[in-house]
């Protein structure tokens, strides 16, 4: 099965970039879709970005278009969340997840593998 490990998060200011990596073993990350979702605090978790198994297509939640780019690289088993511009809104912990269907949705619930999160503070 599948193993979602992520990183990068951490402390930043307002108006900071970061970039979360999400790195995948023990399965055929190629064919999976992949998203990143967050959750703060008393907060249910959001959907954030997802991209497809041959990246032929993303989607982003309204709050961060044009601000967060979802990437993969298949070679390393991995996908990127690049977040730019970063809000203290966009506080949370923030988690991978992985679609065995290829396919992605914003419903958490869609997902078969998840990831245990990184963190991520922005001060303003």
């Known amino acids: 099965q599948v193993q979602l490990v992520e990183s990068g998060g951490g402390l930043v200011q307002a108006g900071d970039s970061l970039r979360l990596s999400c790195a995948a073993s023990?399965?055929?990350?190629?064919?999976?879709?992949m998203g990143w979702f967050r959750q703060a605090p008393g907060k249910e978790r959001q959907f954030v970005a997802g991209i497809t198994s041959g990246s032929s297509s993303t989607s982003y939640a309204g709050s961060v278009k044009g601000r967060f780019t979802i990437s993969r690289d298949n070679a390393k088993n991995t996908v990127y969340l690049s977040m730019n511009n970063l809000k203290p809104e966009d506080t949370a912990a923030y988690y991978c997840?992985?679609?065995?269907?290829?396919?992605?949705?914003?419903?958490?619930?869609?997902?078969?593998?998840w990831g245990r999160g990184t963190q991520v503070t922005v001060s303003s």
């Open positions: 997840a992985a679609s065995v269907g290829g396919y992605i949705t914003h419903n958490p619930g869609t997902y078969d593998r």
């Open positions: 023990g399965g055929t990350f190629s064919r999976y879709g």
